[in-house]
T-cell receptor, first 112, second 115 residues
Framework: AQSVTQLDSHVSVSEGTPVLLRCNYS??????LFWYVQHPNKGLQLLLK??????LVKGINGFEAEFKKSETSFHLTKPSAHMSDAAEYFC??????????FGKGTRLSVIA | EAGVAQSPRYKIIEKRQSVAFWCNPI?????LYWYQQILGQGPKLLIQ????????DSQLPKDRFSAERLKGVDSTLKIQPAKLEDSAVYLC?????????????FGAGSRLTVL
């Protein structure tokens, strides 16, 4: 069965500095990988997805993630954090038609 | 396009009472999902429908939880009787099909507090 591990439960950065949210996955087959963001009292929103095309995936709001098969990683990055980026971020894996499996989430705090 | 609608947004009940949540997916989306998100955890799939049929309900506590999507459009999730550990946000999502590569669109969720 597939799984994801988000390596940090909480990340705190200063506004204008880079963001790195780490995710490792486990899957016996080629996975689809996603990052979703959840702002307080709002629904989950897709940031980006990887489905075996380009390994560097660009998403909304300046976020991107790189699929590294050799490291089984799919880390999320952004060059410069904004206050509005403060939220909970989930790394998600799926194989074939199996249900999405969510990580436990990483809470991103942005300090002014 | 309209998003995934859920109601109620908030519900507080005593243990052993019952509660029902409603979800209306995006028009044309064949697949509908109910997830349970306990505080501090990622969402966990409870049940997945393809049109009006159940695709996966392996993690649904069937002794107390039930869900239906009778006409293949909107859906209801019921809990009876509720336990303290059912306190969570119940998220509804929909997608065009059940392919794992499909993007899910989530509703804002229904927050349940069981006292």
């Amino acid at each position: 069965a597939q799984s994801v591990t988000q390596l940090d439960s909480h990340v705190s950065v200063s506004e204008g500095t880079p963001v790195l949210l780490r995710c490792n996955y486990s899957s016996s087959y080629s996975p689809s990988l996603f990052w979703y963001v959840q702002h307080p009292n709002k629904g989950l929103q897709l940031l980006l997805k990887y489905t075996s095309a380009a390994t560097l995936v660009k998403g909304i709001n300046g976020f991107e993630a790189e699929f590294k098969k050799s490291e089984t990683s799919f880390h999320l990055t952004k060059p410069s954090a904004h206050m509005s980026d403060a939220a909970e971020y989930f790394c998600v894996v799926s194989v074939g038609n199996t249900p999405l499996v969510f990580g436990k989430g990483t809470r991103l705090s942005v300090i002014a | 396009e309209a998003g995934v609608a859920q109601s109620p947004r908030y519900k507080i009940i005593e243990k052993r009472q019952s509660v029902a949540f409603w979800c209306n997916p995006i028009s044309g989306h064949a697949t509908l999902y109910w997830y349970q998100q306990i505080l501090g955890q990622g969402p966990k799939l409870l049940i997945q429908f393809q049109n009006n049929g159940v695709v996966d309900d392996s993690q649904l506590p069937k002794d107390r939880f039930s869900a239906e999507r009778l006409k293949g459009v909107d859906s209801t999730l019921k809990i009876q009787p509720a336990k303290l550990e059912d306190s969570a946000v119940y998220l509804c999502a929909s997608s065009l099909s059940s392919s794992g590569a499909n993007v899910l669109t989530f509703g804002a969720g229904s927050r349940l507090t069981v006292l």
